[in-house]
């Protein structure tokens, strides 16, 4: 995206946090989520996801 | 930084991913499971996980309880806890907040698709990054993430469903947990074992060999299977119905699905290479420092 990437003010947080921390993190915010929609034994979100699950061919009832 | 920009490609890719499939399954997956919930109504009060909680009520107030056209006049009524007693063995009971039919109903299955997708582009592309970032920051394309559509397809769709079919309201199935713990298993084995299988560049024989026995292990292993017949709720006419509108959903979910996933991989890819890619080249990172042992690894 930028031929000299030093000069992306973004790249300055990465010093404190490691590549492989952010990528760990997106990650487990990816599975949680994930985890909400498809399996979570909540009967509003499983009432809100229902036709998802299904759809999905995940395990409802 | 690095994380919110892979949190905002996801979210990119989720909303357009998420879109699609909401449209794809409004077009053939969602009348399947409305014609479903018709038969499951008119079954219901006569099938035995179910009759138990009617014993005392006359059979048309039970029907109505069964229906799908979401009665929620009826649950403003069941304030006692006694009325809550039977909820928890057939999730479409009145007594918990559900979208009404119609509108709402759709909505949410849009924003539960917009959000499903986008925690799958989570997992997917930080996985897409550092496999980009073992080859050198050149392999993310929208044709590689075709490919890597195709498998997150087969380890999320079409191998555990090989175990535990796609089901329609209404259909019998062993217990809840232990099917959500064989999916979960088959879907690690059946990524690790593709990504063992597909991606080794040293010792690949080795490599396919530990693929191969992780594919075949969830099905070493047994998917939980209901103790008779899937459609036993139902009969005469409405079994030979249900039948058919299985056969539909099966193919119906797979078209949907791979679609789904081909788009999500393809536009993932295509965010790692246009915007992920510029933070996780080497040595791009000041603070990430990688072993030569560890960047064979990934």
Redo the contacts between chains.
Sequence with gaps: MNAHPTSLGSLAPARTGSLFTQIAAALLLGAVMVYGVEFSASPVAHNAAHDVRHANGRPCH | ???????LC?LLVGVASGLL?AAL?RLQ??PL?AAAEVHESAASPAAPPHASHHDAAPAPAAAHEHTHERPHESIHVHEDAGAHEH?HT??HDAD????ADGLE?TV??I???I??A??????M???L??WDRSRGGTAASWKTGLAWGACAWLA??AL??IG??????GME?AE?RS??AW?LLCVVCSGAGLAAWLLARRHVWAWRGIGAVLLALPFAVGAPQPDGDALAAFSGDAAVQMHLLWAQFIWA?AL??ALYWLALGALSAVAVA??V?????PG?????TLTPAMERAL
């Design positions: 930084m690095l994380f919110r920009r892979l949190f996801a499939h399954q997956v969602v499971i909820t057939h999730s918990e907040w559900q979208p109903r949410w299955t924003v539960a698709n959000l499903a986008t925690g799958y582009a989570l997992l592309i930080p996985m990054a550092l999320t769709f555990p469903g535990l079919p796609p089901e329609l309201p199935a809840l099917r959500q999916w979910t949907a699905t246009r915007w890619r510029p933070l996780t080249r791009t990172l000041g603070g990430a």
